[in-house]
């Protein structure tokens, strides 16, 4: 059952797309530069390896075509603010999918360059409006691109803290999306408008319940910027742990978030 009812933000479409090949071409390419020592690596993923992480992040992106292949509902049924929810029910299968692809392709470079072909593909012979069935409900492509910029983005982190000195850069647009999307589902996991939460320069927010702010300087304010909130929001970092290390200013005694976070596991 869909958990969504407010109403969702609108993402441009053209630009949705550029922004998940964009990320997903520079993880292709850091890909590319990695040795077996590297791929060995341990990540902050649990049990995976570097080589199941780009797996892992192959599969979030053919993710688009499985939909494509099963048949197309009716119409849409779920919106993009149920997708954040819905994901740690497939959490088992992943794992095992993820391993599976890891062995299936023992060259993460010549992997992810057919991943990306085929995406190009498969985009170009649908268009936006096409139905896909998807963990969340069904979704119409367009929408299930913008979360693909949540895995591109979250990912993308995973591996350059796994592989110090990768430093494989953020698309700004598909930084933009995820922080968005990720933004939007605070607000209906607390919906309110006690405090506004600032993500500059891509996201505000009202939230959690209490007096609504009307005017001027609100008295309950978080702000920090993109990324922190992707690890905050996936469960990369914890709430104490970034606002001790000063990476999120909190004031007012309705800013502390650290009940609603993580978002996404």
């Given amino acids: 059952m869909p958990l969504a009812k ?3 933000r609108t993402y441009d479409p053209a630009r949705t797309r550029a922004a998940v090949l964009a990320q997903l071409g520079h993880v292709r390419q850091a890909v590319a530069t990695l040795t077996p020592e ?21 599969m979030a992106v053919t993710a688009v075509g ?10 849409p049924d779920a919106t993009l603010l149920d997708w954040p929810f819905a994901t740690s029910v497939s959490a088992p299968a992943i794992d095992a999918f993820t391993r599976r692809l890891s062995a299936d392709h023992p060259d993460p470079d010549a992997h992810l360059t057919a991943v990306e072909r085929e995406l190009v593909e ?14 969340a409900g069904a979704l119409r492509l367009a929408d299930y691109l913008v979360t693909r910029t949540v895995e ?19 698309d ?7 922080t968005r999307l990720l933004a939007d589902a605070l607000a209906v996991r607390a ?3 006690a405090t506004e939460v600032r993500i500059p320069p891509y996201a505000v927010v009202q939230c959690v319940e209490g007096p609504r702010h009307t005017r001027g300087t609100p008295p309950n304010v978080v702000e920090t910027d993109p990324l922190t909130w992707v690890r905050l929001a996936c469960g990369r970092l914890s709430w104490k742990a970034a606002v001790e290390e000063a990476r999120v200013a909190a004031s007012g005694e309705r800013a502390d978030l650290a009940e609603l976070l993580p978002l996404m596991s």
């Fill in 6 to 8: 407010k109403r969702t």
């Fill in 152 to 170: 591109l983005v979250v990912h993308t982190d995973d591996l350059n803290a796994a592989v110090p000195g990768l430093d494989v850069p953020y």
């Fill in 66 to 75: 499985r939909s494509l292949d099963l048949p197309e509902p009716a119409k």
């Fill in 191 to 193: 919906p309110g408008g």
């Fill in 122 to 135: 498969r985009l170009d012979a649908h268009p936006g409006s096409r139905v896909l069935e998807t963990n």
């Fill in 38 to 58: 590297q791929l060995a690596r341990p990540t902050r993923l649990g049990e995976w390896t570097v080589r199941e992480l780009v797996a892992h992040i192959g």
């Fill in 172 to 178: 700004r647009q598909a930084l933009a999306a995820a």
